[in-house]
Structures are given as C-alpha cells and as structure tokens.
C-alpha cells in the first residue's frame, strides 16, 4: 500500500463549493459539528483516503466487521451553495504526514474547484467553559473582513489562537499558497482528553448558519447534550461514593510493625 490512497466514489460538477473540514481534535468540537451536518444533508461521498500514516489498526464495527481508518469528502447542495465535507476519526499526527495529508487534500478541492475552506477546531480550557467563545484566523485580509460581516459571534483575537496544529491549521496555510481563502473557527472547550464537547460543536454550527445560510434545526443536539450531561453527572456520583468507600477502607486499615 502506498503512503496515501485516494479512492475516488463520484466525480460531481460544482460551483465554487466551500470546504467544511470536521476531523478529531480536542474535544472533537468539528467532527461533532460536520458529522451533524453529514447526518443532516445526507451528502454524497466523492472520495476515500486510506494511509499507513493513520493509526496502525483496523476498527471493528456493529457486525463484528473490520474497517480500515479513512478520512472521506462529501458534497451536497444547500440552498444556492455547493459544500464539500471532510470528515473521518482520524487524521496524521506526526508532522511531516499532517503536511502531506493537509496538502493533499488542498489539491483534491482544488481539482473540485474550491476557492474558499473553513476549518474547525477547539482550543483547550482547564474547565468546562459555561458559554464558549469561538475565534477566528483567515488566511487572508479579505476573508477575514468578509467573515466579521456575516457572523459577530467569531472573535479574532491573536493571544487565544496563535498556533492551529493539524490539518486544521495546515489548509489554511497550504491553501493560502494555492488561492484557496479560508477561516478557521476555534472554539473554547474543556481540554480533557475523555471530553466530548457536544455544546462547544454546537456553537460552531450556530456560527455556520450566520457564514453559510444554512437552514438546520440544533434541537436533536439539544437532546444529546442533556442526555451527555446526565450520563456524565451519573458517572461523577458513582466516582464520588467509590473514592469515599476507599477512603473509608483505607482509613480502617491497621499495620502491625
């Protein structure tokens, strides 16, 4: 196997579409965000990307089958715009494999013709933030001014997002070298590792309703995070009673010596 494979499903004839990159990262605040979008529009897959720089394992789905790690790009029409979706569960993590995966991808959209990408990311907080702040970085001046128009709820501040590591940050900057402008949309998020920032991705979609005009309903994510919340306050009174027993156990405890 070579070290990228791209397995080409359709070849569909667009107008300008707009790239909404959605893979793990922390909090995995873009997969939520474009999976939900995935779900909601139901696109068409355009391509399948295997590599040996993903993770050296297979997943095993509901049926006991395996699955091989892909990243895939969909398109689908919405309204008047045509969208490309990058999504998958994973994406390199060494550094020269991000450069070559982030600039592949930028020639795949750009043979689609792409002209305009928006990343999405989350940026690390000690706690769980109450009403996460999302900021912004383009690529360009023009997009930047063109982005601040259509949504007030992105902030581009330079002390919150200084470094985008990944392929959310790479087609940026690897798109910017070919004539593809873009905005990343870093949103605050609770920077455990187990986190899954369900209201953080939320906040993404809202602000890409404002940029894009799309026509979705955020209440069926309403219900996941009530429900994320609920396993996730059972969970801490079931850790709470079982540090308490322990500690109980261990404060019954007598040496001899």
């Not at 793990?24 to 139901?42: H, M, R, S, T, W």
């Not at 392929?167 to 900057?173: F, I, K």
């Not at 396993?231 to 040496?255: C, F, H, I, P, Q």
Request: charged share 30%; proline share 4%; aromatic share 6%.
């Amino acid at each position: 196997m070579e070290r990228y494979l791209v397995k080409k499903i359709n070849s569909p004839k667009l107008k300008n579409p707009i790239l909404i990159e959605g893979l793990p990262g922390v909090g995995n605040v873009g997969k939520i965000a474009v999976d939900f979008l995935i779900d909601k529009f139901e696109p068409t897959p355009v391509c399948e990307i295997y590599s040996t720089s993903f993770p050296h394992s297979v997943f095993v789905n509901d049926s006991n089958l395996v699955e091989m790690p892909v990243v895939k790009i969909y398109s689908v029409k919405v309204g008047d715009k045509d969208l490309l979706l990058l999504a998958g569960d994973v994406q390199p993590v060494d550094e020269e494999a991000s450069y070559q995966f982030s600039n592949l991808i930028v020639e795949t959209i750009k043979k689609l013709g792409c002209k305009e990408m928006i990343t999405l990311g989350g940026i690390g907080t000690m706690s769980e933030p109450k009403n996460p702040k999302i900021y912004g970085a383009a690529n360009s001046k023009e997009i930047k001014a063109e982005f601040s128009k259509r949504s007030e709820g992105i902030i581009f501040n330079k002390t919150k997002a200084d470094a985008i590591v990944g392929a959310t940050g790479l087609l940026l900057g690897i798109g910017k070298l070919n004539d593809i402008e873009g905005v990343g949309l870093i949103v605050e998020t609770f920077g455990h590792q187990f986190h899954i920032g369900l209201k953080e991705a939320k906040e993404l979609l809202k602000v890409l309703k404002d940029l894009l005009g799309l026509d979705i309903d955020l209440k069926e994510l309403d219900e996941e995070i009530v429900q994320e919340e609920k396993e996730r306050e059972k969970g801490n009174k079931v850790l709470t009673k079982t540090v308490k027993r322990m500690s109980g156990k261990a404060g019954d405890m007598s040496y001899i010596g």
